[in-house]
């Protein structure tokens, strides 16, 4: 049944596009939130096409352009006080972990890394100033991250996650 015949889902894809959700990412939620239902079921593709069939920005999610590359200068950060890394072997025998470092100029060692500076870009574009935001701006980025159903984890969320292995695990790290 097309989106626009039934109310219910197509309020949640509104909601869920204005969380920021992707297509596909609803998609994954309503078949993890009511496996029993197809009815509810939506593709990812009858998503995209409705964000632009229905009336001009009904759907549509704002994009911000991209910023151009810079030329010729590094903008990338440098960590001035290096003691926390270098003190890794440290925290590993006291943790009892491994600790792995991914070489330099490699992103295809670092791909939840990357995947996730992606997403953090879409609330902080790169070489933001975080001293212009309060404490409580950043923290409802981080839990509008926290919410956003990851393919990787069956479209469960990562605080979803957190809070099921939190409950279920009988680790505590001390101080």
């Known amino acids: ?10 309020q949640y894809v509104r909601t869920h596009l204005a ?3 992707s297509p596909e990412q609803i998609a994954g939620r309503l078949r993890s ?6 009815r509810k079921y939506l593709s ?11 009336p001009r920005g009904a759907l549509r999610q704002a994009r911000k352009a991209r910023r151009p590359r810079s030329r ?23 943790l009892t972990i491994r600790v ?14 990357e995947h996730t500076n992606g997403l953090r870009r879409q609330y902080l574009p790169k070489g933001t100033d975080l001293l212009g935001y309060t404490q ?9 991250l926290n919410t956003r159903p990851r393919k990787c984890l ?14 279920h695990s009988p680790v505590a790290l001390g101080t």
């Open 44 to 54: 990812a593709e009858t998503i995209s096409v409705a964000q632009y069939v229905l």
């Open 72 to 94: 010729g200068t590094d903008r990338r950060g440098q960590i001035p006080n290096m003691t926390p890394m270098a003190e890794h072997e440290r925290l590993a025998e006291r």
């Open 33 to 38: 939130e009511y496996p029993d239902d197809m």
């Open 19 to 21: 969380r920021g959700f």
């Open 154 to 167: 069956l479209w469960a969320t990562p605080l979803e996650v957190f809070t099921q292995l939190r409950h």
């Open 136 to 144: 409580r701006e950043l923290n409802a980025i981080a839990h509008r």
């Open 100 to 113: 792995f470092f991914a070489d330099s100029y490699s992103p295809w060692q670092r791909g939840i890394n």
């Open 1 to 10: 049944m097309p989106l626009r015949r039934t109310p219910w889902r197509r």
